[in-house]
């Protein structure tokens, strides 16, 4: 089993930062990816920032020069530094992983932690 957990988010003005962390724990032999997507009241589930075990990273347009994403191999954790914080960033955000077990490759995700930017 694996087990992905999220830390970081809560309430912050519009322009604040918040800095999101998630840890994958359990039966893990290799990981190759993490991720962080999120979704908005009322909208789908969009890609926010990306990350490979060989550090390549991708944003979503909307997010670019104001966040960035960075993982520790070491302890199996990504974090998601958010910066000028808009209230459009308002969302559940969810930290993905893709995660080979005994059992082969899958996908998974944590709970989701969420993030309210408001005056």
């Known amino acids: 089993q694996v087990q992905l957990v999220e830390s970081g988010g809560g309430l912050v003005q519009p322009g604040g930062s918040l800095r999101l962390s998630c840890a994958a724990s359990g039966s893990i032999r290799n990981l190759y990816a993490m991720g962080w997507y999120r979704r908005a009241p009322g909208k789908q589930r969009e890609l926010v920032a990306g990350i490979t075990s060989d550090g390549i990273t991708n944003y979503a347009d909307s997010v670019k020069g104001r966040f960035t994403i960075s993982g520790d191999n070491a302890k199996n954790t990504v974090y998601l530094q958010m910066n000028s914080l808009k209230p459009t960033d308002t969302a559940v955000y969810y930290c993905?992983?893709?995660?080979?077990?005994?059992?082969?490759?899958?996908?998974?995700w944590g709970q989701g932690t969420q993030v309210t930017v408001s005056s």
């Open positions: 993905n992983a893709a995660i080979r077990t005994n059992g082969g490759v899958g996908g998974y």
